[in-house]
């Protein structure tokens, strides 16, 4: 079919779907087309949108305050358990390069025994480091929750009040631009730190 053919039989489609609409009316009124899913002009409700900033509940919330500086006691602690088992495997295989430069080892049997001492050494530091990873991810895994139980109970309570559609969580530049009217992180923060202070 040559494109002229097809236009013709596309103007066509176009001309009988228009006069099927015509004869379906009465009237002789152009057809509304009506979406179900949109409101009718003039009836839309406002919508009361709100956003938080992340930055400062993470750093003004008393109960993330408090959390961050117990996550960062376990990390300090962690961290100087493993620093701790790497240096006394580092002297062991320093004091083993001394027996073997010293010629103390008397037999390979020993030799041998002092090497698998250190490899196993080895393994139980990298089985303690991951270990200790896990219960860390574990511990930011339930300061995340408990966060984010704490904001939404608050924020189904704030919001009997406040009658908020939609409320955002702004971290760094996810919200490009929003009236400064609309931020109630001050407001949120105060009623959160008066709660937990309960």
Do not use: W
Not at 90 to 96: E, M, W
Request: aromatic residues 8%.
């Amino acid at each position: 079919m040559t494109n002229l053919k097809k236009l013709g039989v596309l103007t066509l489609s176009i001309a009988l779907a228009a006069a099927t609409i015509g004869c379906n009316n009465k009237e002789g009124k152009p057809a509304e087309v009506k979406s179900p899913n949109l409101p009718e002009a003039g009836k839309a409700e406002a919508q009361k949108i709100a956003y938080i900033e992340v930055d400062s509940l993470m750093t003004q919330y008393t109960f993330c305050l408090q959390y961050k500086d117990s996550l960062t006691n376990l990390s300090n602690s962690y961290q100087r358990t493993v620093e701790n088992k790497m240096r006394a495997l580092q002297q062991a295989g320093a004091s083993f390069q001394k027996k073997i430069q010293d010629g103390t080892f008397t037999t390979q049997e020993q030799v041998q025994k002092a090497q698998a001492s250190l490899a196993k050494q080895e393994q139980d530091l990298q089985k303690l480091q991951e270990d200790l990873t896990l219960k860390f991810d574990a511990e930011q895994a339930k300061f995340n929750q408990a966060l984010r139980d704490s904001l939404q109970n608050f924020l189904a309570d704030y919001n009997k009040k406040h009658k908020y559609t939609l409320i955002l969580s702004k971290a760094g530049d996810n919200i490009l631009y929003a009236a400064p009217s609309m931020d109630i992180t001050a407001d949120v923060i105060a009623g959160l730190n008066k709660r937990y202070k309960k």
